[in-house]
């Protein structure tokens, strides 16, 4: 499958970079802290903001300072973060102005989890921070694609995770969907216009008219 855009526009953890155990660790050692099932917690956390997970369980006025609490255990897990299969030649391949990212966590722990990854850090970095509604919603995704200066429907979303799709899809951007956290039977159903494995079934053209994967 051929697909023709002028930006691609990335989630990153479970997309680009491997977290998932730091992921899971943090919010199970959280969990455990306030006495809430950490099964409950990762059923609905994968690719939502902190804080709005973080609101399912507790009462409104807990939530910003619980939300900094578990953003510091993150900060201080970084054991097995690492770049996903070709991840790194694919943003290797892309011009800086035709590719953005777009995360349900802060600017602080992505750079991070980037850096530890040794991947770059896009020119445009859409994050929980910048955003007032978090995936599915698209208001990121819309913003990034503003950003760049392209046509949401003429850019292509990359996801891992269900609610990530979702955004993606809400934006009216196509979006390649990544079994990499998530089966392929959980992301089947959803509307992606593409399920693969992982980013190594990808190949990259830069043409004079924009980007063909």
């Not at 051929?2 to 990335?10: Q, Y």
Request: net charge negative.
């Amino acid at each position: 499958m051929r697909i023709s855009v002028d930006a691609v526009l990335f989630d990153i953890d479970g997309t680009l970079v491997d977290s998932t155990g730091a992921v899971e660790r943090t919010w199970r050692l959280w969990g455990e802290a306030h006495g809430i099932d950490p099964e409950e917690i990762l059923a609905v956390s994968h690719g939502r903001r902190s804080e709005d997970t973080v609101a399912m369980f507790l009462p409104e006025a807990q939530v910003a300072e619980a939300t900094a609490e578990l953003e510091e255990l993150e900060l201080a897990d970084l054991d097995g973060v690492s770049a996903l299969p070709a991840a790194r030649e694919l943003l290797s391949a892309l011009p800086s102005p035709r590719w953005a990212a777009v995360t349900s966590g802060s600017r602080r722990l992505m750079r991070t989890r980037l850096e530890a990854a040794e991947l770059p850090v896009p020119e445009v970095l859409v994050t929980a921070d910048d955003v007032s509604e978090g995936k599915p919603h698209p208001q990121g995704y819309l913003r990034a694609a503003a950003a760049l200066g392209f046509d949401p429907a003429r850019c292509l979303v990359v996801e891992d995770a269900p609610a990530g799709v979702r955004a993606g899809l809400a934006s009216g951007a196509a979006v390649l969907a990544v079994a990499t956290s998530h089966s392929r039977t959980e992301l089947e159903g959803i509307g992606a216009t593409e399920l693969i494995d992982n980013l190594t079934f990808c190949t990259l053209e830069t043409t004079r008219g924009g980007l063909v994967l």
